[in-house]
């Protein structure tokens, strides 16, 4: 078996890009996701370990000095971070010669003929779900028998069958044993989830169609593939073991709630182990699923409610409406349900008068927090393909290369990307600075010294995220393009 690295890399200062990250930028509020497809992998190779740098504040001269101790080592990249990525194989490299470098993710699976040809530093990629694909590598199988491997082989890229999706799940291992063996749970914070947290899947997939979606399309696929009931409760209970000072488990499979029954049958499981959760949710779920979550310990769902516009709901192929955005938001204030509730500005068919009615929206919906994030188009997504063949999208990249910080690529007719890049700071004012949003904050935080420190926290990095985007607006162009 060989010694095996897998490592979520160094990038931009407080990047959260990597193997658990769906929005792969650096956030307004720090956000840290687990590197969870790394620890599947190395739970099923012995002789490995996991190094997740941004968290950890490791720098590229730091993690490359580890690359002595491995044979193998294999990176989570992302598109906004592949050419950083390349540059620290290429440290790794210095350290190791004789270590075999790939990568994997979204980014590579769809593009793995031109991210092999533009790292000729890089051995392999391991496509799409790459749980065993690593693990034969590790192994040491000959590289043209191993399924979903792309490789570089005699002057030659060579790309094998794609390996199927895995069905069972349950044969997979626990994640939280390696977070317990090689990360520390401190490091990772997310704004609207108590600290410390444990976060872990309870199935791949989702079944909805939106457009913009990066994993479901270039990763997971479409169909809510899931783990048992029991399978499910045995991790819960481990994590427990595992992390006792865990504050919150976090669900962070696409949709939790996708299969309503099972959902039910979860929260069913949960209630005797008396521990609080959160979860994702789509608008369409209904009551009797979200009154079994609340009895089961549920605290908080995560709902994509995106756009306050019908008509871009339909562009983006959402298969919710506002009135069922409406009935959820009203239902989880019956239940004592918090929503944190997150939203996009830039989606197919944006206007001006779009962006305006889904700050209304959001208003109107007042969940506890939000998050509005740009619409980005990345490669294998039908967004992407809309916004190459209609002309919309820009050469820019998807990131500041300075900070990490999201920019806008797409540009509409009768909205410029400048405009949608706008919408960020100026949504998120509209929301928090609404005196009922601050009488709710400043009630919860006399109640709750736990919720008053966590808001406080968010309060100051958001404060502190606006005046970056004040600043912006008084500086030339060339320089207000390096702030986030």
């Not at 570089?152 to 063996?181: F, K, S």
């Not at 916004?387 to 920019?407: E, H, I, P, S, W």
Request: hydrophobic share 40%.
């Amino acid at each position: 078996m060989k010694r095996t690295l897998l490592l979520n890399p160094p990038s931009f200062q407080d990047f959260d890009g990597g193997a658990g990250s769906r929005y792969q930028a650096t956030r307004e509020v720090t956000s840290f996701w687990y590197p969870t497809w790394l620890c599947y992998s190395a739970g099923l190779i012995p002789e490995s370990r996991v190094v997740d740098a941004p968290p950890e504040n490791l720098t590229v001269s730091q993690v490359a000095g580890l690359a002595r101790d491995f044979d193998l080592a294999v990176l989570f990249t992302s598109q906004p971070s592949f050419a950083h990525d390349l540059a620290t194989v290429s440290q790794l490299k210095a350290q190791n010669p004789n270590l075999q470098v790939g990568m994997v993710g979204p980014q590579v699976s769809i593009l793995a003929q031109e991210s092999l040809a533009a790292g000729p530093q890089l051995d392999f990629v391991a496509r799409r779900e790459f749980d065993y694909t690593v693990t034969e590598l590790a192994q040491g199988r000959p590289w043209g028998d191993i399924q979903g491997l792309s490789y570089r082989a005699g002057g030659r890229i060579h790309h094998n069958p794609d390996r199927p999706l895995i069905e069972d799940l349950d044969a997979l291992p626990m994640v939280t044993e390696i977070y317990h063996r090689d990360l520390t749970m401190e490091h990772y914070v997310i704004p609207y989830l108590r600290y410390p947290y444990v976060s872990f899947y309870t199935g791949r997939g989702c079944p909805g169609h939106c457009v913009y979606c990066l994993w479901p399309q270039t990763f997971t696929g479409r169909r809510f593939r899931v783990r048992s009931v029991a399978n499910v409760v045995a991790e819960v209970r481990r994590s427990l073991e595992l992390f006792p000072q865990a504050a919150e488990i976090f669900f962070d499979d696409d949709t939790f709630t996708a299969d309503g029954e099972r959902a039910r049958q979860l929260s069913r499981e949960f209630r005797p182990l008396k521990f609080v959760w959160s979860a994702t949710a789509r608008a369409n779920t209904s009551y009797e699923t979200l009154k079994a979550m609340k009895e089961g310990g549920l605290r908080l769902l995560v709902v994509g409610f995106e756009t306050g516009d019908p008509q871009v709901l339909k562009n983006i192929r959402k298969g919710v409406t506002l009135d069922l955005g409406r009935r959820l938001a009203k239902w989880c204030r019956e239940l004592g349900i918090q929503v944190h509730g997150t939203f996009m500005v830039g989606l197919p068919g944006e206007t001006k008068e779009s962006i305006e009615a889904s700050i209304r929206f959001a208003c109107e919906l007042d969940p506890d927090t939000i998050q509005v994030s740009l619409a980005t188009p990345y490669p294998g997504t039908e967004f992407y393909d809309f916004c190459r063949d209609q002309g919309f999208l820009q050469d820019d990249a998807l990131v500041n290369g300075a900070t990490g910080y999201q920019q806008c690529v797409v540009d509409y007719p009768g909205l410029a990307a400048a405009d949608i890049f706008q919408a960020v700071p100026q949504f998120y004012r509209r929301f928090y600075f609404r005196p009922r949003y601050m009488a709710r904050a400043a009630m919860v935080m006399l109640r709750d010294p736990v919720e008053r420190r966590r808001l406080l926290k968010e309060g100051r990095q958001f404060l502190s995220f606006m005046f970056k985007r004040r600043q912006c607006q008084q500086t030339p162009v060339a320089e207000a393009n390096r702030c986030p």
